[in-house]
């Protein structure tokens, strides 16, 4: 099996269907923002304070190589919203795993992180609007996933469920 990553934007589920697939597959799942926070001792949202968002995708990109060596065998990881921001960082992972697209739509997303005040790119202006900018920008390197799944009226387990039976 090759290593699955989970991509899409905040608040599309990644870590807890993450999570689920681990459980369901008996593999280690891997939430990069999490294993970010520990080696740097910050909250994602300090980081991007402190030393701003171009350290932090240099430290995300980094991150995601050393979980690849040596390759990893069997293992779930859920990305930051932006990691397939970098070219070199989404080629990797397109080359290296099968990456797939947890795809929902922005007032879902929206309804789902509302009162979360550890968003980064939204701590300003939480919106619909935001939201939909974000994603606009963003899908392009989205829909380079090698598989996309509608998240939507979905619970977790159903979405976990569904990617199973595509994998």
Same mark, same amino acid.
């Given at each position: 099996?090759?290593?699955?990553?989970?991509?899409?934007?905040?608040?599309?589920? +990644?870590?807890?269907?993450?999570?689920?697939?681990? +459980?369901?597959?008996?593999?280690?799942?891997?939430? /990069?923002?999490?294993?970010? &926070?520990?080696?740097?001792?910050?909250?994602?949202?300090?980081?991007?304070?402190n030393k701003g %968002?171009? =350290?932090?995708?240099? /430290? &995300? +990109?980094?991150?995601?190589?050393?979980?690849?060596?040596? $390759?990893?065998?069997?293992?779930?990881?859920?990305?930051?919203?932006?990691?397939?921001? #970098?070219?070199?960082?989404?080629?990797? *992972?397109?080359? #290296?795993?099968t990456v797939i =697209? *947890? $795809?929902?739509?922005?007032?879902?997303? =929206?309804?789902?992180?509302?009162? #979360?005040?550890?968003?980064? *790119? *939204?701590?300003?202006?939480?919106?619909?609007?935001?939201?939909? &900018?974000?994603?606009? $920008?963003?899908?392009?390197? =989205?829909?380079?996933?090698?598989?996309?799944?509608?998240?939507?009226?979905?619970?977790?387990?159903?979405?976990?469920? %569904?990617?199973?039976?595509?994998?």
């Amino acid at each position: 099996m090759k290593t699955i990553i989970l991509t899409g934007m905040m608040g599309a589920g +990644k870590t807890t269907i993450a999570h689920i697939l681990g +459980k369901k597959l008996n593999i280690k799942s891997i939430d /990069i923002d999490t294993l970010i &926070e520990q080696n740097e001792g910050e909250k994602i949202s300090e980081i991007f304070s402190n030393k701003g %968002e171009e =350290y932090f995708r240099k /430290i &995300e +990109k980094e991150t995601i190589r050393n979980i690849f060596t040596p $390759k990893p065998e069997n293992l779930v990881i859920s990305l930051g919203g932006g990691a397939l921001e #970098n070219p070199e960082t989404r080629e990797f *992972l397109l080359d #290296n795993s099968t990456v797939i =697209y *947890l $795809k929902t739509s922005p007032k879902i997303i =929206y309804e789902r992180i509302k009162n #979360n005040t550890s968003r980064p *790119l *939204l701590c300003d202006n939480m919106s619909v609007e935001k939201i939909t &900018e974000i994603l606009e $920008k963003r899908e392009a390197n =989205y829909q380079s996933a090698t598989i996309t799944i509608t998240t939507d009226n979905k619970t977790p387990n159903q979405i976990a469920e %569904e990617i199973i039976g595509v994998l």
